[in-house]
Antibody, heavy 124, light 107 residues
Framework: QLQLQESGPGLETPSETLSLTCSVS??????????WGWIRQPPGKGLEWIGS???????YYNPSLKSRVTISVDTAKNQFSLKLSSVTAADTAEYYC????????????????WGQGTLVTVSS | DIQMTQSPSSLSASIGDRVTITCRAS??????LNWYQQKPGKAPKVLIY???SLQSGVPSRFSASGSGTDFTLTISSLQPEDFATYYC?????????FGGGTKVEIK
């Protein structure tokens, strides 16, 4: 059964770069059948897609964050990572990694499963 | 960006009630609509994908329908474990967007 686990610092200083890693177990991150994504949720609020990375290395980012986001894959470690630069208090959120699924036509579909999430607080 | 609007934002219901949640997209998204359930302190879990397909392992009291811009999620007989927040999500175009959520509470 595929499992995802986020890791990284729980506290970031304003203006610094947030770095998180998602470790994938029970399956290969190199599979062409799936893609991988980051989603975040500020405390008490809704879900915001940050970006996704595909087996080819192609990435798509939310335009609202694009200038600050980098998502990359490390196939040797079966991990993918998120970097978000110049963080502010508005970036305080639970950060989730998830596997993205395709439909039979190759279009993106749901995220399943998700990691348990990691809370990142931005504060001096 | 495609805006996803859920209604209601919250509701109170009793065990055994039939509950319906709606999700409206700001433009047509065909059937690229997914529904998630999130319990406090937990990650979202997919219930429905492609507008009406029940994810494996999800109880059959959950059903969904719709296409284009209007979608519904129905719980036929609310159970204690169903009290949670429900989100719709469109995967039709980038950026992926989620509805604001519907919190289902105990009456």
């Amino acid at each position: 059964q595929l499992q995802l686990q986020e890791s990284g610092p729980g506290l970031e200083t304003p203006s610094e770069t947030l770095s998180l890693t998602c470790s994938v177990s029970g399956g290969s991150i190199s599979s062409t059948s799936y893609y991988w994504g980051w989603i975040r949720q500020p405390p008490g609020k809704g879900l915001e897609w940050i970006g996704s990375v595909f087996y080819s290395g192609r990435t798509y980012y939310n335009p609202s964050l694009k200038s600050r986001v980098t998502i990359s894959v490390d196939t040797a470690k079966n991990q993918f990572s998120l970097k978000l630069s110049s963080v502010t208090a508005a970036d305080t959120a639970e950060y989730y990694c998830a596997r993205g699924c395709y439909d039979s036509s190759g279009y993106e579909r749901e995220f399943d499963p998700w990691g348990q999430g990691t809370l990142v607080t931005v504060s001096s | 960006d495609i805006q996803m609007t859920q209604s209601p934002s919250s509701l109170s219901a009793s065990i055994g009630d039939r509950v319906t949640i709606t999700c409206r997209a700001s433009q047509s998204i065909s059937s690229y609509l997914n529904w998630y359930q999130q319990k406090p302190g937990k990650a979202p879990k997919v219930l429905i994908y492609s507008a009406s397909s029940l994810q494996s392992g999800v109880p059959s009291r959950f059903s969904a329908s719709g296409s284009g811009t209007d979608f519904t999620l129905t719980i036929s007989s609310l159970q204690p474990e169903d009290f949670a927040t429900y989100y719709c999500q469109q995967s039709y175009s980038t950026p992926v967007t989620f509805g604001g959520g519907t919190k289902v509470e105990i009456k």
